[in-house]
């Protein structure tokens, strides 16, 4: 008998800071929520992106772990969010967890694209090595991970586009800080 492999599953955070940039991204996108992150953990202990290096300046950005407890999304205490499960097998699972600790274990070669996300604001895709901004960067694990309906995914997709993906299943919506099953620092 054959043991059958166990799902997993992952998270994709959207979210909407209220900062400046969030604002203008909301403006150009008409979308209502402006950034996206991904997690491998349902506490959302461990979430990554590309944004803000540091809190109060939105012009230094890269590959950042984020967490109400610290940095921008503890700066912005109201920042609302969807978060969305997707299942997984186990393979995709940890091939998801060693990328996403990887860049993380190299976070200083990673810049934010910021001249990406303006030329996707112009529907213009435009792919530089080792930048991205934050869809771009979500999308990217997805698309080398072959999640289950990653090719429904637009080369220039927005956070909200995660929301639609087949087996997309949406376990909360409010305020990140209120999501119930945050860990405790």
Same mark, same amino acid.
């Given at each position: 008998? $054959? ?7 992952? !998270?994709?955070?959207?979210? $909407? @800071? ?13 979308? %209502? ?10 506490? *959302? ?14 012009? &230094?950005?890269? +590959?950042?772990?984020?967490?109400? #407890?610290?940095?921008?999304? /503890?700066? =912005? /205490?109201? @920042?609302?969010?969807? &978060?969305?499960? *997707? ?5 995709? #699972? ?7 600790? %990887?860049? !993380?274990? $190299? ?9 990406? *996300? +303006? ?11 080792? /930048?991205? !901004?934050?869809?771009? =960067? ?7 991970? $072959? ?13 909200? %586009? ?18 119930? *099953?945050?860990?405790?620092?």
């Amino acid at each position: 008998m $054959q043991k059958r492999e166990e799902a997993k599953k992952i !998270y994709i955070i959207v979210s $909407q @800071t209220g900062s400046m940039l969030s604002r203008i991204i909301k403006i150009v996108t008409s979308c %209502d929520y402006s950034h996206s992150s991904i997690s491998t953990c349902e506490d *959302l202990r461990e979430m990554y992106s590309f944004g803000r290096k540091h809190a109060y300046n939105p012009f &230094i950005g890269g +590959f950042v772990s984020e967490s109400v #407890y610290y940095g921008t999304m /503890k700066r =912005f /205490k109201n @920042t609302r969010s969807i &978060i969305v499960s *997707l299942e997984v097998d186990e393979e995709t #699972y940890e091939q998801i967890e060693e990328r996403l600790h %990887d860049m !993380y274990s $190299q976070k200083e070669n990673y810049n934010y694209d910021i001249l990406g *996300l +303006f030329l996707a604001s112009m529907h213009i895709n435009y792919v530089r090595k080792n /930048k991205y !901004y934050c869809s771009e =960067f979500v999308r990217d694990v997805l698309v080398r991970s $072959q999640v289950d309906g990653y090719e429904e995914l637009k080369a220039i997709c927005h956070p909200m %586009d995660f929301i639609g993906l087949p087996n997309a299943e949406v376990i909360y919506a409010g305020r990140l800080n209120d999501y119930p *099953l945050m860990y405790q620092e």
